[in-house]
């Protein structure tokens, strides 16, 4: 089956933390970091986010003006099973076009988007890639939060994850970088490939490879 090219991106505190106990957002990026995301979202098809990530920081997930001019805003997908997403989300502007992704057993309603069903629990992930394909998109860059990165390691469904280190400690139980319910024995360890690790402003910045067939032991 075909699917796009799927890129994690996202930004986390020395204790692999993205967001505040509670899940209230912090700026964990720097303004370097910032305009490196928002080169990365001009230049995918797609950036797609969990409808957590929608009701705590009820993003607008567009290429801002300041950090790239003139820029194509990718399509936005929503992974939103029940469709709780609110008609007055940010996301559901008409500065771009948005994708909900949901399933069978959501109550279909009016929105400024194009309903997607894949599956019938939680959006099957695989159906929703194919269906992205199948509408010319070749690239989706997930932003989150880590409940979402989580499904698509777990279904090795990632070609590359990106982090950036933010020079801060958040503590606590805070959202990590991946949640889910996690590895208990070795088998269930996700190995990455190390890329690359470089100083970005006043963080670091990660590179992973993801696939089965690049991890070489
Ligand atoms: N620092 C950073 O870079 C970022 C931080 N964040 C932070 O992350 C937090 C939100 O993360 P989190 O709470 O984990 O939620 P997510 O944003 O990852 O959303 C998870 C929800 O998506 C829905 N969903 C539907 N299908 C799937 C599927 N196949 N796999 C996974 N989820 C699915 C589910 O809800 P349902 O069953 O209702 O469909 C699920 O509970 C926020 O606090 C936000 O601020 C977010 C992005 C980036
Ligand atoms: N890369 C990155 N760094 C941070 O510090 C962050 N808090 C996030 N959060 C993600 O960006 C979304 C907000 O985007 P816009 O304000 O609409 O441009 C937010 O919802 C998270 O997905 N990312």
Known sequence: ???PKVIINAAMSVDGKIALVGGKRIKISDEEDFKRVHKMRASVDAILVGINTILKDDPKLTVKEKY???AKNPVRVVLDSKLRIPKNAR???SIAKTIIAT???AKIRELNAEIVICGKDKVDLKCLLN?????GIKSVMVEGGG????????ENLVDELNVFVGSLVIGGGAPSLVEGIGAKNENEVIRLKFLECKP???GILLRYGVRDEDIVE
């Open 200 to 202: 970005l402003g006043s």
């Open 131 to 135: 269906e992205l394909w199948k509408r």
């Open 147 to 154: 409940t979402v990165i989580s499904s698509f390691l777990r």
């Open 1 to 3: 089956m075909d699917r």
């Open 91 to 93: 996301v559901l502007n």
């Open 103 to 105: 399933t069978e057993n």
């Open 68 to 70: 790239v001019a003139n």
